[in-house]
């Protein structure tokens, strides 16, 4: 085991103790789901996460690319958060394009958690933004949703490697000023975001094996030149910060 994984590991069981202190009972309902489900889950560092930004922002509405045990996590937490604060309100809609993996999905997901997710069956379209190219689900329903949640695609289909765009859909379309985001592990479209948000905004740090960070505004039809580009004496490229509102 390399470093970085190593890292990782130890931070893996720091997130575990903090998700037991903060949501009492999740890890053991994650853990009973997980022995009914095919799916190899959704990283604790990635969980932890989304927790933390559920119990401080409480969303109204959260968007999840990719059903599984980080549905049970997600709707756990704000059945948990609606008995601290009894007029608390949430949706969640969840997003999976896999026949298999949405059957399944719905049919092991508990009575107590259906008035609060909505599990939808959607098609992978190709979605593209300036020069960003990736797939979105095509039949996302129109929510102001101020939290999302990104557990797929896989990284390598019969085009070759793939972005999950489905964030940046949503942020073209809601007046939100900032729209929370969560991805799990999927660094083809951390590497997206942070061109299209800037290193500022956008971090990932091997060991964590996630990132978190608020989309703000995008410009919707941006138009680049050669003077949106800059430049180095290595020879090196990059692009300025030319999508924002």
């Known amino acids: 085991m390399n470093l970085q994984l190593k890292i990782h590991a130890l931070y893996a069981l720091y997130c575990r103790y903090r998700i037991k ?24 560092s990635t969980l ?35 008995r601290i604060h009894p007029n608390y309100d949430c949706q969640i809609i969840s997003m999976e394009s896999i026949n298999e993996w949405y059957q399944m999905a719905h049919k092991l997901l508990p009575n107590k958690y259906k008035s ?16 960003f190219r990736g ?13 999302i949640l990104l557990d ?19 942020r073209l379309i809601s007046d939100k000023n900032y729209i929370s985001c969560v991805i799990d592990t ?3 479209t951390v590497f997206m975001m942070q061109k299209i948000f800037g290193k500022a905004i956008v ?12 989309m703000p505004k995008l410009l919707k039809n941006p138009k680049l030149d050669s003077s949106k580009f800059k430049y ?6 990059d692009i300025k910060n030319s999508y924002l509102n």
């Open 116 to 131: 609060i997710v909505q599990i939808i069956l959607g098609e992978r379209e190709i979605y593209n933004y300036s020069i």
């Open 48 to 82: 932890y996460r989304a927790i933390k930004i559920i119990l401080k922002k409480k969303p109204v509405y959260i968007l999840e690319s990719g059903t599984g045990t980080s549905t049970i996590a997600l709707a756990y937490t704000v059945l948990y958060l609606k």
């Open 232 to 237: 180095n004496c290595f020879g090196k490229i």
């Open 186 to 188: 999927r660094v083809s």
């Open 152 to 170: 797929g695609p896989s990284y390598h289909d019969e085009n070759g490697s793939s972005t999950n765009m489905d964030a940046i859909k949503i």
């Open 203 to 214: 971090k990932y740090f091997p060991f964590f094996r996630t990132c978190s960070f608020d």
């Open 21 to 44: 202190k903060l949501v009492p009972g999740l890890l053991s309902e994650i853990d009973s789901y997980s022995l009914k489900t095919k799916s190899t889950g959704t990283k604790l």
């Open 135 to 147: 797939y979105s689900h095509s039949n996302i329903p129109k929510k102001p949703y101020d939290f």
